[in-house]
């Protein structure tokens, strides 16, 4: 494991394994009571402080989006939930309620980065956390001649980057296309089941069963069979839901960038979509694991939100990131492709291997089985069913 991994890994056992659903001062708020919250298909979502009653600023978003938000404080701290909340929260759930200092501190952080955005950039989430800690619990404030004089250090994920006027967009995913096997081979996949492993955070990086099914053009359906009962994770298209006892809710509805998250990753199962997922594209290089790669990147409404890395030689998409807009920053998903094989019978390539990052979880999954085009029921894709706590077993 990394020191990246050991840092986030107390913040993701604490999210996921203990499962934040009845803190002590929280509440865990059915998936269908209250009042209406903004959903893909205009289902009713729980807001964030119906199901966390000690939380005070960040109100009125979804549970989905607030975890993305507490995921970015940790990714900006460069620790884990644990740094603000009580050191013994990893391990004992009600501990989140407890009132810290650092949790005040991290109040008045908000308010004060909230008014900085407000008067200067008309509301938008331009000055963040990471701006001023950069992956520190000590803001940065001093000038640094490492950072002056020493070799660059380039992100590839970062959203701004300049335009190389000799990539053809279009020639791009061409290239993509046919290092799959071509838009012919590829228009007869129609879907796919796969068993395999997964392991991550919620696991403690041990292996447990997994199935995957994907439908063209954009449904999937993964379900992981953890040691704590079993998560099910579903695009039926339009909406996105997760269903595990690793959740803060029984049935976790998915809203906004993250339900977009959960279109893209659907539809590179079957990507001769992808190139119209987005209205507007441009394109860029950068080094992506010592290696030089091309960035394809999509604006939506004038906010850079998805890009797409390809290896240059063999064409194939390597990585696939998409920013979900929230409070207090665009905040990345990532998933690494990797282990292309060909499926039998069909001449057709798809990834055996995906990890996924999160700034408060990862996850691998990696295939052993997959049969295409055999028949998938369609209650595969349905909405999942609220799973069952522990204690309710």
């Known amino acids: 494991m990394t020191v990246g991994a050991r840092r986030v890994f107390g913040c993701a056992t604490a999210v996921t394994v203990v499962a934040l659903v009845a803190v002590a001062g929280v509440r865990a708020a059915s998936p269908q ?60 759930k009600s501990a989140f309620a407890t009132q810290t200092p650092r949790i005040q501190k991290a109040r008045q952080m908000i308010t004060m980065v909230g008014a900085i955005n407000k008067q200067y950039f008309n509301g938008a989430p331009r000055v963040t956390c990471f701006t001023c800690h950069g992956g520190s619990n000590v803001p940065k404030a001093d000038p640094s001649f490492m950072s002056q004089y020493g070799e ?48 991550g955070f919620d696991t403690d990086f041990s292996v447990v069963p997994i199935e995957l099914y994907a439908k063209a053009p954009n449904q999937e359906t993964i379900v992981v069979h953890l040691t704590i009962g079993t998560s099910t994770r579903v695009f039926d298209g339009r909406n996105a839901w997760v269903a595990g006892p690793e959740q803060p809710l029984p049935l976790l509805t998915l809203t906004g960038g993250n339900v977009d998250r959960a279109r893209i990753g659907a539809l590179a199962n079957f990507p001769v979509g992808l190139r119209q997922a987005y209205p507007t594209w441009r394109a860029g290089r950068t080094i992506l694991n010592d290696k030089d790669v091309i960035v394809l990147q999509a604006t ?18 390597v990585r696939l990131l998409r920013f979900t807009i929230t409070p207090i920053a665009f905040v990345p998903t990532q998933i690494d492709y990797a282990d292309y094989r ?21 996850m691998t999954l990696k295939f052993a089985d997959v049969q295409p085009n055999g028949p998938i029921e369609a209650a595969r894709f349905a909405k999942p069913a609220p799973a069952k706590l522990q204690s309710e077993k």
Do not use: W
Not at 165 to 176: C, G, P, T
Not at 342 to 362: A, C, D, H, N, W
């Open 300 to 317: 939506v409404n004038g906010d850079r939100v998805a890009q797409l890395f390809f290896d240059p030689t063999s064409g194939l998409l």
């Open 342 to 362: 060909e499926l039998p019978g069909l001449g057709v390539k798809i990834p055996f291997s995906r990890t996924l990052t999160q700034t408060y979880m990862q």
């Open 33 to 92: 009571g209250g009042q209406a919250g903004p959903a893909g298909g205009g289902e009713r979502v729980p807001m964030v402080e119906e199901t966390f009653k000690t939380v005070q600023l960040l109100r009125g978003i979804p549970v989905d989006t607030f975890f993305e938000v507490m995921g970015t404080f940790a990714s900006s701290m460069g620790n884990d939930c644990t740094f603000c909340h009580a050191s013994n929260a990893a391990l004992d």
């Open 152 to 199: 660059p250090v380039l992100d590839p994920d970062a959203r701004d980057f300049l335009t190389d006027a000799s990539l053809n967009v279009n020639q791009v995913f061409d290239k993509y296309i046919q290092a799959l096997g071509g838009a012919d081979k590829l228009a007869k996949l129609t879907s796919y089941a796969a068993k395999g492993t997964y392991s």
